[in-house]
């Protein structure tokens, strides 16, 4: 079972180098402008994953009655799922909806 470790940070996106704001609600773990994420945690908020790689958004899926964001790791090619956040860019994740996963 994961266990979820609070952690909100502001953060500069490695991929398009803008700065993150702290989530509204409860923890960051993407960017909300491109949806990139980083390939850091083995449980949600730990930050223990040495991989570090590029979580590239390839789509999205409802899990557990929340939207999520399909990522690949674009080093490790982990397949890995972040939940949507309510000041996510809007067209990039109504982009993401033509590509759905179950």
């Known amino acids: 079972m994961k266990h979820f470790i609070k952690n909100n940070q ?8 803008k700065l993150v704001p702290q989530h509204p609600t409860s923890s960051r773990d993407h960017c909300c402008f491109c949806l990139y ?16 790689g590029l979580l590239m958004p390839i789509g999205i899926r409802t899990a557990n009655g929340k939207t999520q964001i399909v990522y690949n790791c674009t080093k490790c090619s982990e397949r890995v799922f972040n939940i949507t956040a309510e000041d ?6 109504q982009e993401l909806y033509s590509k759905v996963w179950n």
């Open 88 to 93: 996510d860019n809007k067209p990039a994740l």
């Open 37 to 52: 994420s980083k390939h850091v945690d083995v449980n949600p908020g730990d930050r223990q994953n040495g991989c570090k």
């Open 10 to 17: 502001t953060f500069i996106c490695d991929y398009c180098n």
